[in-house]
């Protein structure tokens, strides 16, 4: 096991419903508590949008790449910028390694809803823990010399607001590598002067015991299985949600689950469908839903969607949740949906918009920089050996300027991951890479920056020399 301090960008919603969730949760949100001293850490690492850092607490003494080191990392760390690192004091009842997580990166929410008023900032997950604890906060920095002025006071008011909460501030030192994180809150409860200062270093990940052991290359996020939000099982997802049984829509979203899977999930993967199981992927506005549409009337299929209708209403309420919850729910869409699918296949062909892969690979990009994404061959990307697997997939891809203006022509609100495609070159490639990497059952890719007809022309290609029926069958 080890121990990480880990950032990543993302968006912010306004849901007071989320300060409401938090309450559910909370041992006593008002006791106080030292990071130091009550979460014992050793390693931070930030997941930045393009590169990974890892930094130390103490100092390494290892100064001979200290200027490669320093320069690949003088963007994010550049002195006109203000950066801190806020972070829940709360406990909750419930103090495993996967609740304290789940519960902490709830609570975040509180702190990254404040993007929209604070201008010029960026908002980051973070996640900090011990050999027995991980726990989420939110790392925000600066990016113009006006807001850096502003930041401190207005992080200063939000402790004011939310007393559950705490704040260090990153400050340099003589060396290039070293920083200083100090307390900027009014918390008296150090049991030492030190308490209030830690000092961390700039490393390379070769210098993390423990970490690079096992998976040299990949975001900490998918070495430790009690943080991961891509599931290979549905136990897996289910307990994350049962964390949060308490909560209203959650109870709702398990007892539904219940109802529909009545079988042990592990039978359902070794069915034999009589008829294709084809899954339609890809980003917003990539022309699923027209080729789904296509194929249903060319192949006589059955068309499905996740998340299924039993738990759409649910989706914009997990939608504001952090990634590891997010999953889990998309998760239980696609178990439900696969046990019907089973069913569905035995008398006609069924063709599905999104599935798993969907799931994975929007888990992967937000949760890692692009350059420490687990490699092809990671266990990541391997199909749950519990949920059933399609005949074919197909993974249609169109060149930004495309997508956007399709998207343009909706007239629709933009969802969660629409704004994130929109407004992150490097989230969308390392989304596209996700899906690329994907495999048993592998994602066929297919541009579909064409007519209509031309798609579909290149999608049934694919399919027949695939093996799939086109026939079309008459009703």
Known sequence: MFTFICARRLFCHKDTKLIKLCSYLLE??????????????????????????????????????????????????????????????SRWADSSCKATYVHSAIESHLAYRQKGKWPATTFSHAVFGSEDCVQKGVFCCSTSQEQHSHLHSQIKD????????????????????????????????????????????????????????????????????????????YNEARIVLEKLSCVPEVKELLDVTDNCITIATEKS??????????????????????????????????????????????????????????????????YIVAREIIQECQSRPVIMDRFWHSTAAYGIAN???????????????????DLLKPTIVLFLTVSEDVRKQRLSGRGLQATFEEKSLDNDQLFRQRLCDAYRRMNSPSCIEIDAGGTVEEVQSKALQVLASHGVNLHCINK
Request: glycine share 4%; aromatic share 12%.
């Open 28 to 89: 006593d949100s008002t006791e106080k508590m030292s990071l130091s001293v009550n979460y014992p850490w050793k390693y931070i690492y930030i997941a930045g949008s393009d590169l990974p850092i890892y930094l130390k607490r103490g100092r390494t003494l290892q100064n001979e790449s200290e200027s490669r080191i320093s320069k690949n990392y003088s963007k994010l760390f550049d002195k006109r910028n203000s950066k801190y690192l806020l972070f829940s004091k």
């Open 158 to 233: 939000f402790l004011k607001e939310n007393n559950s909460f705490k704040a260090y501030q990153f400050h340099e030192s003589s060396s290039k590598n070293i920083f200083k994180l100090s307390d900027i809150g009014d918390d008296n409860t150090y049991e030492t002067s030190d308490d209030r200062e830690i000092e961390v270093e700039i490393v390379k990940r070769s210098s993390m015991k423990g970490l690079q052991e096992n998976d040299p290359v990949a975001s900490p996020i998918f070495s430790l299985p009690e943080i991961s939000p891509v599931f290979h099982s």
């Open 269 to 334: 993967c070794d069915q034999t469908l009589l008829h294709p199981f084809v899954v339609v992927e890809g980003m917003d506005a990539t022309g699923k839903t027209t080729l789904t549409e296509l194929l249903e009337k060319k192949m006589g299929a059955a068309r499905y969607f996740t998340p299924p209708p039993q738990i759409t209403h649910l989706r914009a309420f997990f939608d504001k949740y952090p990634e590891i919850v997010r999953r889990a729910y998309y998760s239980m869409g696609n």
């Open 367 to 385: 949760e890692t920089s692009s350059g420490d994404m687990p490699e092809p061959d990671h266990s990541v990307y391997r199909w749950p050996s």
